[in-house]
C-alpha cells in the first residue's frame, strides 16, 4: 500500500526505528539498519526482501553490495535505510550519522534517487563525517551507556563502526 509516509517514489528512503521500517519497507528490495551504538533491534521489521545492518564504516560494503543486487535484479533496486534510535526509540544522532553515511555511500555508486528524508540524512553525515567517532562517546545514547556499563562498551562499538563488515540477517531474493 502506497501513501506519503512510505515515500513510494523514491529508490533510496529514510526513516526513524522499526515503525518507520516498516513504513518505508514495502516496495523496498532492501532495508539497511543503522545501528552505531547497537542499541536497536531490527526484529520486529516486518519485510520480505533483504535485511542488512551496517554502520559508517561498512558504507562502501553496503553500497557495494546493494549494487550487486540491483545488477541482479536487471532494474533499480529500492533501499530502505532505517536509523535505529535510542534503546526507546528516541532521536540518536549516532544512527542518523549512520544511515546518512550508508545513503551517501549508494549515491557516490549511483544509486542515488533519494527521498528529501534521506537527503536530510546525507547533509547530516556530510557535515559531521570527521566527527563520527567522537559522536559515539559525546552523544546521549554514548554517554548513558559510559554511565551504565564503563567506556569498553562505546570503544567496542566505536571499533565495530569502523569497520567495513556488515551483517546480512536476511538475503536478497531474487523475484522471479
Given at each position: 500500500m502506497n501513501s506519503?509516509?512510505?515515500?513510494?517514489?523514491?529508490q533510496i528512503r529514510f526513516d526513524w526505528g522499526v515503525e518507520g521500517a516498516n513504513a518505508i519497507a514495502p516496495g523496498a528490495h532492501i532495508v539497511v539498519w543503522a545501528d552505531a551504538l547497537g542499541t536497536g533491534d531490527p526484529s520486529g521489521i516486518v519485510h520480505d526482501g533483504a535485511l542488512l545492518t551496517g554502520s559508517v564504516g561498512s558504507r562502501a560494503?553496503?553500497?557495494?553490495?546493494v549494487l550487486a543486487r540491483q545488477v541482479e535484479l536487471g532494474d533499480r533496486a529500492t533501499v530502505a535505510v532505517v536509523a535505529a534510535g535510542g534503546p526507546?526509540?528516541?532521536f540518536a544522532v549516532e544512527d542518523l550519522l549512520a544511515a546518512g553515511a550508508v545513503i551517501d555511500a549508494l549515491a557516490e555508486v549511483g544509486i542515488d534517487y533519494i527521498s528529501p528524508e534521506a537527503a536530510a540524512a546525507v547533509g547530516a553525515y556530510t557535515g559531521l563525517r570527521n566527527a563520527t567517532g567522537h559522536v559515539l562517546s559525546a552523544c546521549v545514547t554514548g554517554q548513558e551507556i559510559i554511565a551504565a556499563d564503563g567506556r569498553?562498551?562505546?570503544?567496542?562499538?566505536r571499533k565495530h563502526n569502523d569497520s567495513a563488515e556488515f551483517k546480512v540477517l536476511r538475503e536478497f531474493v531474487h523475484p522471479a
Open positions: 506519503p509516509r512510505n515515500q513510494p517514489q523514491y560494503a553496503i553500497a557495494d553490495w526507546d526509540g528516541r569498553d562498551r562505546v570503544d567496542e562499538a
